[in-house]
């Protein structure tokens, strides 16, 4: 059972589409089914807008409370160096004379449907050498599983026969992404001025999380948010006096806070000076890194993030687009989600939470707001049915256009809707079997086909059940990638 599919519940999976032939135009409209296999309704527009948080026996929050890092490329150490807890690495995972996972312990017992007891996940290839784990240990088929040592007292497996288990980094790093996208869209409650003073501007989310955003591309000149986009000479890069915290005249940092951060895309962001992180909740803290368009909306691109403070910055790192380039004094103390990790100095640890005293944990009220999981609203992981919703949940939905909806079940194949937009297709489309149907109210270009299905270079979706729009459908897995408008 993949577990982590129900883990950062952000976007609904999208297999294959279903099309229908319209005979007034002789062309082919396009429709998505809604397959439940995976994540069951979920509703981006409300992550952030969960009270109460709930985090009991939250399958998201087990993955959170799990994993100190988790790397959608490659992860590259100088040496001697080590992660408090455990760690997942999409790509090559290079260490000589590393531990992971070296501050906690772990559960092996029930590895079939259970993270606790992973200690590493490696997707791409090992290189290196006397790398001890405290954990389950998840290679490459084909690694040589000697160069894994058990820390002392652990009796946990080395597989390199498993893949990577219950984890599923393509999930995960589609979801992150999603989730990077969201909050860089909030709009700031909070504001740091050049003196280091820190002003309310707005009320919180829903469900208490403050937001500041930073001044910090096109040379500190960003436009997204006009007189609210806060200083960040001080606290970012050690300018003026160096940061010791909010001025207290002022604000004192909320004990709920999502900092974001963007970055012109294609270029790098330099983290100098030291106590970033002074008067902050480690737990409930995300710092979210983002590659930024000329006019300071998230882009798809990618960044450096080059961190030479000298302490450590704690919190949830947040990059999915972001390379890391970890410095040789102090280091991140807390969680990191990044797309590439290179770390340049021999001794430089990536700690946990309670580096800094930070004490996290799934009945906390400082949820990480990446999912909205109420008890009604359950996460499948594995079934392959698609059950029918319940409409009463389903918002209402009140905008200029007309969206029409169809829904079709067994083998019948759905009427095109009125006033749909056409997708022209270049090769005659297969029916599938269909429940759960989306429809395109909008496209931008048209679709075309490749030999695995049919693929679509720049749509728009709106989507019946979680009331929320998609944009630019990836290169051919059928999954939404994360060009999401909210």
Known sequence: MKLVSQALLLATVVPAGLFALDSSSESWKRYYRRSENKVSRMHLNS?????PDICNHNPTENLYSQFNAIIFGDFVTAGHDSVSGPLAVKGMFYAFDFTVNKEHSSDCTNLSDDLNG?????????????????????????????VIKKAAGSNCPTYSNQNTGVFDFAQIQNYAIDASIKFSSETPSLYLDASGKLSRIGQPTDSGYDIITFNTCRNQSCPP????????????FGKNGGWNGPQPTGESWPTKLIINVPVDTGKKIQLLGSKQSLGMMPCGTIFNFYPSSEDGVYADGRFDLFRDTTDQLAGT???PKGDINDGYTGGFAGRIIA?????????????????????????????????????????????????????????????????????????????????TAVLEGTCSPQIDQDSHIHKHHHHLKP?????????????????????HQHEEINDGDYEFDHGIQF
Request: proline share 8%; charged share 15%.
């Open 47 to 51: 992550f952030l807008d969960s009270s």
């Open 118 to 146: 992973y200690g590493l996940v490696v997707g791409g290839s090992v290189v290196g050498s006397g790398i001890t784990v405290n954990g389950a240990v998840y290679l490459p088929p084909g690694s040589d599983v000697t």
């Open 225 to 236: 948010f006009p007189g609210k986009m806060s200083d960040p000479n001080q606290i970012l």
């Open 317 to 319: 790192i947040l990059l």
């Open 339 to 419: 797309a590439k990790y290179t770390s340049f100095g021999a001794g430089t640890q990536m700690f946990d939470f309670a580096a800094l005293g930070g004490v996290c944990s799934s009945s906390s009220s400082n949820c990480f707001p990446l999912h909205n999981d109420p008890n009604t609203d359950t996460a499948i992981a594995e079934s392959s049915t698609v059950s029918e919703p319940d409409t009463t949940l389903l918002p209402t939905v009140s905008v200029e256009e007309t969206f029409l909806f169809s829904t079709a079940t067994d083998t019948t194949e759905p009427p095109p809707p009125a006033n």
């Open 447 to 467: 679709a075309c086909c490749n030999i695995g299905g049919y693929h679509h270079h720049h749509e728009l979706l709106f989507c019946e059940y979680d009331d």
